[in-house]
């Protein structure tokens, strides 16, 4: 089984341990599709160049996650195509396992259970999430996300794929690719990944849980992080997009009543508490 492996570089922090933990995987029908986006600096690649001259890295304008990883994905030609991050440890037995579980699967969508690396110590035993859910609210969040790791909490389906690491087999990608014209959405980039677990939900494509499957994420903004303005402001603006492009009052994934206080009151203390937010709210 061929695996394509798509991964947005940024900049060399995470590269000395990234790269090898790729190369070095059991499974070697790998194919590596890295893109360093750094516009007229290209840290990443010239990096790779010198200290890893087997790996090939493309030069890329930036595209932003969505627009990358789209980009990528349009490029390879694996039975898998694994949407990744620059920010991970990957043991040398995730691809064979992640392999041996497709294979023995009727779903499409896939997701490993990712722990928290802090970078550059140790490896936890901390979730750092499984996959993303939403509810009755259209209010979306990260499996498990803070929890000490238990076997018995991982669930076997979750609604959609973090946009960290993400598992599609080319059966689901093309079906996107059909059905919306695009796997990210281009027009965000924070929260791209809420909007691809809904049209996943949307569209009868089941993401399936490898629970025995780890891999490890130095996350640049989480929880136990302070989120900068900059973030925040995508953030805000994701939401907006989500709520402009998927609210509607059909009851069918969501109960638009409970989604419409929901975001009323999510929106207004956002407003209140980070004024520099309005300006998100004149962008088209």
Known sequence: MKISVCIILFRTKYLDEMIPSLLSQSHKDLELLLVDQEEGVWSAYEYCKEKFPEVNVL????????????????????????????????????FTKIANQVSDSN???????????DYPNEFTNYIDCVGINFDKKFAFHEVLSGCEYNSELIPDFVDGPNGALAIFTRKAYEALIEKDGYLF???????????????????????????????????????????????????????????????????KYFNPILAFIYYFLKIFYLLFRYPYLWKQMLRK
């Open 59 to 94: 030069k890329g304008e930036n595209l932003w996650h969505s627009g990358g990883m789209n980009k990528l994905a349009s490029l390879a030609t694996g039975d898998l195509i694994v949407i990744g991050s620059y920010d991970f440890y990957h043991p040398e037995d995730f």
């Open 185 to 251: 959405d281009e027009n965000i980039h924070y929260k791209n990944d809420c909007d691809l677990t809904f049209r996943l939900k949307k569209h009868g494509l089941k993401t399936k849980v490898l629970k025995d499957c780890f891999a490890y994420h130095d996350r640049q903004q989480v929880f136990y992080k302070k989120k900068s303005k900059g973030l925040r402001e995508s953030s805000f603006y994701g939401d907006l997009w989500l709520l402009k492009k998927h609210f509607n009052w059909s009851f």
């Open 107 to 117: 779903s499409d969508v896939f997701v490993p259970v990712l722990k928290r690396w």
